[in-house]
């Protein structure tokens, strides 16, 4: 059974930082992209970040450029968002995303269960 699981998400402050972790099991991601997308209440879920197979291309959503980054570590099958400067608006559930293929243009295969990203004012 192919499991995403998330952790990492919390409260925390506006300025403040977390980093989300999602560890995949069931399967081996090594060859797919994945991703990371957020919903607030009240909002349709939305893209945050992505990276490919290697590593190395990353694509990033303009509201979080600059603040969050995106990397991946195919050894632990793991998947890791580095959140920074972190402001209210960011406020939602954080899903991670597995891929169907190499590339953040294929569709998204798998989800996570989502983990909440609170930031107080």
């Known amino acids: 059974q192919v499991q995403l699981v998330e952790s990492g998400g919390g409260l925390v402050q506006a300025g403040g930082s977390l980093r989300l972790s999602c560890a995949a099991s069931?399967?081996?991601?090594?060859?797919?992209?994945m991703g990371w997308f957020r919903q607030a209440p009240g909002k349709d879920r939305e893209f945050v970040a992505g990276?490919?197979?290697?590593?190395?291309?990353?694509n990033y959503a303009d509201s979080v450029k600059g603040r969050f980054t995106i990397s991946r570590d195919n050894a632990k099958n793991t998947v890791y968002l580095q959140m920074n400067s972190l402001k209210p608006e960011d406020t939602a559930v954080y899903y991670c995303?597995?891929?169907?293929?190499?590339?953040?243009?294929?569709?998204?295969?798998?989800w996570g269960q989502g983990t909440q990203v609170t930031v107080s004012s």
């Open positions: 995303a597995a891929y169907r293929g190499s590339s953040i243009v294929t569709r998204v295969g798998y």
């Open positions: 069931g399967r081996t991601f090594s060859s797919n992209a």
């Open positions: 990276i490919s197979w290697s590593g190395g291309g990353t």
